[in-house]
């Protein structure tokens, strides 16, 4: 699956019922919350898990700018991604920075939707660049691939979600 269509999968499963601004809100706070797990667990298992979550907050809040995950990744898979970044810089502490990239994802949503301003398109698309890096770095030091990481939360998504998003199924989890 390419990227590209892995946001249509996960757009899917998001909800749109607060309206586009408060939407994307939510999107930056989870993406925030999200990355805080990941960044803290040790286990493999649990890194995939938290990686797919990750992935899913950064694909649905590139939508809601009007970013495609092709214009955050370039031409590049998932996987193919993962590699350039290992190879780049393999001495980088990944965790450390994550909230950090996060964070100023959601700076600018807040500046967005909490004070009225344009979002910075290009920075955004860095940040969220920023932070599909790190999350590929993390991955790759216990060996997950980020293909692997996509299918398998499109997979977990689908089950919860057979019709796409739905309130009451997610107030239940």
């Known amino acids: 699956m390419t990227p590209d269509q892995y946001q249509q999968q996960a757009l899917r499963t998001a909800s749109t019922a607060l309206g586009p601004d408060m939407e994307m809100a939510v999107r930056a706070l989870g993406l925030c919350g999200e990355t805080s797990e990941l ?7 649990a890194i995939e898990k938290e990686a797919g979550d990750v992935l899913w907050y950064v694909a ?7 970013i495609t ?6 031409p590049l898979s998932f ?8 190879v ?24 967005k939707v909490g004070h009225g301003k344009s ?8 940040d969220l660049s920023e932070v599909m890096d790190l999350v590929a770095r993390i991955t790759d030091l216990y060996y997950i691939n980020l293909d692997s990481v996509a299918d398998g939360n499109v997979k977990k998504l689908q089950a919860r979600y057979p019709s796409g998003f739905d309130v009451e199924i997610s107030s239940n989890l």
């Open 69 to 74: 995950m092709s214009e955050i990744l370039g």
């Open 39 to 45: 960044s803290s667990e040790r286990d493999p298992d």
């Open 119 to 126: 979002l910075d398109r290009t920075r955004f698309i860095v």
């Open 88 to 111: 780049q810089d393999p001495d980088l502490a990944p965790e450390e920075k994550l909230m950090e990239a996060a964070g100023r994802v959601a700076e600018a949503v807040k500046k």
């Open 79 to 86: 996987s193919e991604f993962q590699v350039v970044v290992s």
């Open 60 to 66: 649905t809040l590139a939508s809601s700018a009007g």
